[in-house]
Each structure stands twice: as C-alpha cells, then as structure tokens.
C-alpha cells in the first residue's frame, strides 16, 4: 500500500529538548515536503527537498532542520524546541512536483 | 503573490442543506493546480480534487460539486444535502505557479469549518 508514515504522532515535550519527527514514503517520490498547521494561518511549508541531499527552505524555516540521506526518509529536526512550535507537522511526497502529494498522517506536536 | 482566500471561517448547517464553500486565489501564472482537502476531527487531510487551470469543466462526485471559473479566479465547493459526516475543516489549495515560488509548495487558505448539525 503506497503511504507517508510519521513517527511520533502525538509528542508532548519540554522547551529545549531536541527532537525529531521520522517521515517515510514507500512510493520512490523524488520530493519530499514538511508544512505545519496553525489555527488561522492554514498550513505553511517548513522545508522541503527534491531529492536525496537536495534540501531548500519553505516559508516558516527557522527552528527547524532537515536531512535527506536516503530517498524514502525526511526527517524533522528540532534542536531545541520552543513553545511557538506548537502545532500540527504534515510530511508530504509526490513524485515531482508538488501538485500529486501524498500527506501523512500528521503529528501533533506540544512544546511545554 | 500567489495567494489562497477562504474568507468563511465557520459555516454551520443543518443536516440535508446544501452549503457551499468558496476559495479565491490569486496567481500571475497560466499553469496551476487547485485543490480541496477535508480534514475530520481526526486529524488528517483528506485529498478531495485536483483541478489544472486549463480544465474549466465542472465537476460532481456524488454529493460533491466544484465550480470553477477562471474569470473571477474561483473554485468553490458545493456539498448537497449535508450529512452530519460531513463535519470538517476544509482546505483550499494552490500549486505549481513559477511566480511567487509557488512551484515547490502548495498554498494553502486557512480552512473553513463547516459543522452539520442533526
């Protein structure tokens, strides 16, 4: 079955005890993407990446790091995780270009 | 900008009413997508339609209706007679625009929820 999975889904955690949020795509997709949902603001890419070791900023970078070793993973990274990145985490992968997405399940993210 | 306005933030209705949601977006550029999601209580977002600027058709999948028209830059949606599983916040999304860096991200509105009350 073809599907994004993101590990944890649910995280409640302390300000400044870094962090990271596994994504895995079975389907070979080239691009991969992370966005966060906030009340209000919709859903706002974070980074993204178009192949292995090709990796770019989306709108809302900063606190956030990303890797792509292998074609399948795109982690997120928090290294010291703030009470503003509290929100819901979407990872995404599609074959090129972004308009044939596949999102995760999501991964509610609560910093204390 | 490329820019995506779901300017109704909550809809409520009562079951079997039809509603419909609107999207308006903005783009400099001639190829794009657009997009529905829904996404349930439960969390996660659930793909609807894609639509790419050249096709203007409308479309019905069931109870669901998309019109879209390029001429007042719109692609709103239509449920009939709603259902209480319909409940949801729903997304309107923009892709593939050259213009404004919209060619490696979706832009996203910020959601209308709609609640269908028995």
């Known amino acids: 079955e073809a599907q994004v999975t993101q590990n944890p889904r649910y995280l409640i955690t302390v300000t400044g005890k870094k962090l990271t949020v596994t994504c895995s795509q079975n389907?070979?997709?080239?691009?991969m993407s992370w966005y966060r949902q906030d009340p209000g603001l919709g859903l706002r890419q974070i980074y993204y990446s178009m192949n292995v070791e090709v990796t770019d900023k989306g709108d809302v970078p900063e606190g956030y790091k990303v890797s792509r070793k292998e074609k399948r993973n795109f982690p997120l990274i928090l290294e010291s995780p703030s009470p503003n990145q509290t929100s819901l985490y979407f990872c995404?992968?599609?074959?090129?270009?972004?308009?044939?997405?596949?999102f995760g399940p999501g991964t509610r993210l609560t910093v204390t | 900008a490329q820019k995506v306005t779901q300017a109704q933030t909550e809809i409520s209705v009562v079951e079997k009413e039809d509603v419909t949601l609107d999207c308006v977006y903005e783009?400099?550029?001639?190829?794009?997508?657009l997009f529905w999601y829904k996404q349930p209580p439960s969390g996660e977002l659930v793909f609807l339609i894609r639509?790419?600027?050249?096709?203007?058709q409308n479309e019905i999948s069931g109870r669901y209706s998309w019109n879209f028209q390029k001429s007042t830059s719109s692609f709103n949606f239509t449920i009939t007679a709603s259902q209480v599983v319909d409940s949801a916040v729903y997304f309107c999304a923009l892709s593939g625009g050259v213009y404004g860096g919209a060619t490696n991200k979706l832009i996203f509105g910020t959601g209308t929820l709609l609640a269908v009350q028995p």
């Open positions: 995404a992968s599609s074959l090129r270009q972004p308009a044939f997405q596949y």
């Open positions: 639509r790419n600027s050249f096709d203007e």
């Open positions: 389907m070979n997709h080239e691009y």
């Open positions: 783009t400099r550029d001639t190829t794009y997508y």
